[in-house]
C-alpha cells in the first residue's frame, strides 16, 4: 500500500486528529456551581475589569488558531478551506504533541483580504497567538503584516518565517562542515512566493550578503520585468551585481542553492557548475527541484530536502510549538526577528559536535529536547527585547 492510500485509510479511522478535553470536575453540583454558574459569573466580571485577566482565568495563555484560507495548501495550491482542514488538523496535533499548545483549526471562507483580516481580529480575543497557515501570496504578506499591527498577540505566517527559520538553522551547520564564511557565500533562492521572499530577506538578516532570488521567469532583478510588489522589493535588497538570465545562470559559481519551488527544475549539470562542495537544499514537496541521487551524482557535499525519506529533513515542525510555546510561556505581544534567530540557533545548536556530519545537520522533528530548546531561547529573546509581558 502506498503512503496515499494508508493515510487516506487512517483518516477515516481517526475520524480528526485533535479533541477537547475537560480540564476540571464536572460531576456534582458543587462543581458545577464554580465551573460554570452562578460562580463562573466571577471570573467574568474580573475580566470585565481587567481584560489581561482572561490570561490568568482561562486558557487563552495557551490557544492558537491555525488559520488558512485554503490557498496554498502543502503543495496542492487553492483546494478550498475544507480541505485544508486535515493539514490544519495535523499543525494542531503537532502544536500538543511538541509543544503542548492547545490549537485548534479555524478555515475561513473566503480570499478577500480584508474579510480574512477582520475575522482573525474579531476572534483573537480567545487565543494568546495566531498562526497563520496556508494563505497565497501576495495577499498573506498584508494579512499578516496588517495583524501584527493591530493585534496586541504575536502572529506569525508558518510557511514564510516557520520555513526561513528552518533553512538557516541548516545552512547555519552545514557552512561548519563545508568551512565557509556565511558572509562570504553566494546563495541562490529559487522560488519567490511567500516562503522563497520570506527566505531571503530573512537569510540577508542572518548574515549572507550575497543573494540571488530567481522565479519563474529567471533571475530577479531591480528594473527587471513579471514582477508582483514583494518581488520588486527583493530585487532592490538582492543580486547587487544586476545579474540576469536564468536559474541555470545563477547557479554558477554559486555555494548554496535553496528550492521552495517545483519539482525537476535543477539539473546535475548545474550543480557540477556551482562553487566547491555546494550545499543544495531542495525542498519542493512532494518531488524536490533535484533528487539528492542526483545532487551528489553533480558533486553536491550537503543535500536537504523536505522530504522524511531523505537524511536532512529541512521541516518547520522544528520551528513551530517550541517558538509559540516560548512565546506564550512570557507573554509576548510580538515575535520578533530577534526571537526568530534564537529559534535559529537553537535548533542549529541541538546537533553537538561530534553528531553533526553531512547527513545530519538538524535535529529530527520529534527530538523533544529541540523543542524546548527552541521554547527556551525564544522566551529569552522575547525578554531580551522588551516584548514579553511576563518576566
Known amino acids: ?33 464554580l465551573a460554570y454558574t452562578p460562580g463562573v459569573a466571577a471570573a ?3 475580566i470585565k475589569e481587567d481584560v489581561d485577566k482572561s490570561y490568568e482565568l482561562t486558557r487563552r495563555w495557551n490557544t492558537v488558531p491555525v488559520i488558512t484560507d485554503g490557498t496554498a495548501v502543502l503543495g496542492l495550491g487553492d483546494i478550498g478551506p475544507e480541505a485544508g482542514m486535515p493539514v490544519m488538523e495535523g499543525k494542531c496535533a503537532l502544536f500538543k504533541a511538541y509543544g503542548d499548545v492547545d490549537a485548534f483549526p479555524i478555515c475561513i471562507r473566503s480570499k478577500d483580504t480584508e474579510e480574512i483580516i477582520q475575522t482573525i481580529k474579531l476572534i483573537a480575543g480567545s487565543f494568546g497567538g495566531i498562526n497563520l497557515e496556508d494563505i497565497s501570496a501576495p495577499r498573506c504578506f498584508e494579512i499578516e503584516t496588517r495583524l501584527k499591527q493591530e493585534l496586541d498577540i504575536p502572529v506569525f505566517h508558518d510557511d514564510q518565517h516557520g520555513t526561513a527559520i528552518v533553512v538557516a538553522a541548516a545552512l547555519h551547520n552545514a557552512l561548519k562542515l563545508v568551512h565557509k564564511k556565511i558572509e562570504d557565500i553566494r546563495v541562490v533562492i529559487n522560488g519567490a512566493g511567500a516562503a522563497g521572499i520570506a527566505i531571503a530577506r530573512y537569510l540577508l538578516r542572518f548574515g549572507v550578503v550575497h543573494l540571488i532570488s530567481c522565479d519563474r521567469y529567471g533571475i530577479l532583478v531591480e528594473g527587471g520585468e513579471n514582477m508582483t510588489a514583494a518581488q520588486a522589493e527583493l530585487a532592490k535588497i538582492t543580486n547587487r551585481e544586476h545579474l540576469k538570465g536564468t536559474l541555470a545562470d545563477a547557479l554558477k559559481g554559486a555555494d548554496v542553492f535553496i528550492g521552495v519551488s517545483v519539482g525537476g527544475v535543477v539539473s546535475k549539470e548545474m550543480v557540477a557548475s556551482m562553487a566547491e562542495r555546494p550545499i543544495l537544499f531542495p525542498c519542493a514537496n512532494p518531488i524536490p527541484e533535484i533528487t539528492p541521487e542526483e545532487a551528489k551524482a553533480g558533486g553536491a557535499y550537503i543535500v536537504g530536502t523536505g522530504s522524511s525519506q531523505y537524511p536532512n529533513q529541512i521541516n518547520n515542525v522544528l ?36 553528531e553533526l556530519s553531512v547527513d545530519h545537520i538538524l535535529p ?8 524546548q530548546t527552541v521554547a527556551k531561547a525564544v522566551a529569552e529573546a522575547a525578554r531580551k527585547t522588551g516584548v514579553a509581558k511576563l518576566k
Open 1 to 33: 500500500m502506498d503512503i496515499g492510500k494508508e493515510s487516506l485509510q487512517k483518516h477515516a479511522q481517526w475520524k480528526g486528529k485533535y479533541e477537547t478535553k475537560v480540564r476540571v470536575p464536572v460531576s456534582s453540583r458543587e462543581d458545577l456551581m
Open 319 to 354: 520551528v513551530f510549538p517550541g517558538l509559540f510555546r516560548g512565546a506564550l510561556d512570557v507573554r509576548a505581544s510580538d515575535i520578533n526577528v530577534e526571537m526568530m534567530m534564537a529559534a535559529s540557533l537553537g535548533i542549529a545548536d541541538c546537533v553537538s559536535p561530534e
Open 44 to 46: 467574568c466580571l474580573a
Open 364 to 371: 529530527f522533528a520529534y527530538d523533544e529536547h529541540a523543542h
